[in-house]
């Protein structure tokens, strides 16, 4: 489910002119990254748009991380693209937040599954759709939005790779640093407080009292 759409990205990637009939490195070069890192730019804005909450500086990290990404594309060893293009809005976030004050610390005691559990759990198929998911679904685009926007980081970036941009598991532990099972405790407890503020009251209740029967 994507809640916004970004604005066309064209990042100008310089290089030389080649000879006539001379496809030179550094266009090869552009070439891979224009197939492999482009088409991950609506990610990347909608990640940097929930974790700054600014449409507009959005735009401005988007386009820094393009470049960034450019700049140290001969250090792609393969692995997800979109996912090593989200580390680095990631970083560029965090670093447009620290210059603003804007990064505060939280204390966070998360449950932690073991490696090879947390292994196994995330080669596990997700079930059908639960009724945070499908309350998202349904939702008004605005006030989804506002939900997803208050709550508090970690838990909004993992709703946000997971649910909203399809992260696998192991990509989204890839983007955040944190280990899979943390990855699963932060997005149940995101998940969670989207249920207490998009589904009827009770209704969080109700679907806790029918799974421990």
């Not at 989804?144 to 941009?165: H, N, Q, S």
Request: hydrophobic letters at 40%; one cysteine or more; a neutral charge.
């Amino acid at each position: 489910m994507k809640t916004s759409a970004p604005p066309r990205f064209t990042p100008r990637l310089a290089t030389s002119r080649p000879a006539a009939g001379v496809r030179s490195p550094a266009a090869a070069n552009i070439d891979d990254f224009r197939q492999l890192i482009l088409p991950h730019l609506d990610a990347a804005y909608n990640l940097a748009r929930y974790l700054t909450r600014d449409a507009v500086l959005s735009e401005d990290l988007v386009q820094d991380a393009v470049l960034r990404a450019f700049r140290a594309f001969g250090q792609y060893r393969g692995g997800s693209p979109r996912a090593w293009l989200l580390t680095i809005v990631r970083n560029c976030c965090r670093t447009a937040q620290a210059r603003a004050g804007g990064v505060v610390s939280l204390v966070i005691h998360e449950s932690s599954l073991s490696e090879e559990a947390a292994a196994q759990f995330g080669e596990v198929p997700d079930p059908n759709p639960t009724p945070e998911e499908q309350a998202l679904r349904n939702a008004d685009v605005s006030r989804v939005r506002a939900a997803i926007e208050a709550i508090p980081e970690p838990f909004r970036e993992a709703v946000v790779l997971r649910d909203l941009e399809d992260l696998s598991y192991a990509e989204v532990a890839e983007v955040t640093g944190v280990p899979v099972g943390t990855v699963m405790s932060r997005l149940s407890r995101g998940r969670a407080m989207l249920a207490k503020e998009l589904l009827p009251a009770g209704s969080g209740e109700d679907e806790q009292s029918r799974s421990v029967k």
